[in-house]
């Protein structure tokens, strides 16, 4: 079973320049989440879709991230403009269901370093 | 609010059990979990405890729940230097699915 796909791996921008992210979840996954890791913390929701609804968005940065999930799908996590304090990593996640005992799978992140 | 804490470090000598304890805030927690993350990876769900439980055994792995005290702890038996990693606890609770992670807490394993 192919796991969590994420690109890119890594990125490195300059502030107040826009950059996104994709995420392929595990083929089945009902639900994609996006979190924050910054380092030294654990990770952090920004946004939890079931298929391509939003289910939980309390946590996201509005003003300036964005995400989509078109077809319930793969779904990509915008950044625009970028601020220091965004540099982290940017774990996907995906489960096949949201209630109960459900086990997320984590894909590997993608590394985002704002100058 | 919900809140998670753990420990930042343990280093332990390799063969020896290890022990990384967790607490949380949430009364209504329903799920906690053990995930761990290798260097450069995602986070791996290594095992879970529903809240009704107070101990859970798998292979190595011993996790122990104190549900008055909101404290959870993870033993590892034996452990080897394949063991090195961040072990985050998290918990879940009754009223959403959203998981809390704590901090983590990084096992470094000692010749």
């Known amino acids: 079973e192919a796991g969590v796909a994420q690109s890119p791996r890594y990125k490195i921008i300059e502030k107040r320049q826009s950059v996104a992210f994709w995420c392929n979840p595990i083929?089945?996954?009902?639900?994609l989440y996006w979190y924050q890791q910054i380092l030294g913390q654990g990770p952090k929701l920004l946004i939890q879709f079931q298929n391509n609804g939003v289910v939980d968005d309390s946590q996201l940065p509005k003003d300036r991230f964005s995400a989509e999930r078109l077809k319930g799908v793969d779904s990509t996590l915008k950044i625009q403009p970028a601020k220091l304090e965004d540099s982290a990593v940017y774990l996907c996640a995906s489960s096949f269901e949201t209630s109960g005992n459900f086990e997320q799978f984590f894909g590997p992140g993608t590394r985002l370093t704002v100058l | 609010g919900e809140d998670v804490e753990q420990s930042l470090f343990l280093s332990v000598r390799e063969g020896d059990s290890s022990v990384i304890n967790c607490t949380y805030t949430?009364?209504?927690?329903?799920?906690l979990y053990w995930y761990k993350q290798e260097p450069g990876a995602g986070l791996q769900l290594l095992t879970y405890?529903?809240?009704?439980?107070d101990m859970k055994q798998d292979q190595r792995l011993t996790v122990l729940l104190n549900k008055k005290d909101k404290h959870l702890s993870l033993r590892i038996a034996d452990t080897q230097t394949g063991d090195s990693a961040i072990y985050f606890c998290?918990?879940?609770?009754?009223?959403?699915?959203?998981?809390?992670f704590g901090s983590g807490t990084r096992l470094s394993i000692r010749p």
């Open positions: 998290a918990e879940k609770g009754s009223s959403a699915s959203k998981i809390i």
């Open positions: 949430d009364s209504s927690s329903t799920y």
């Open positions: 083929s089945g996954h009902a639900t």
């Open positions: 405890i529903f809240s009704n439980m």
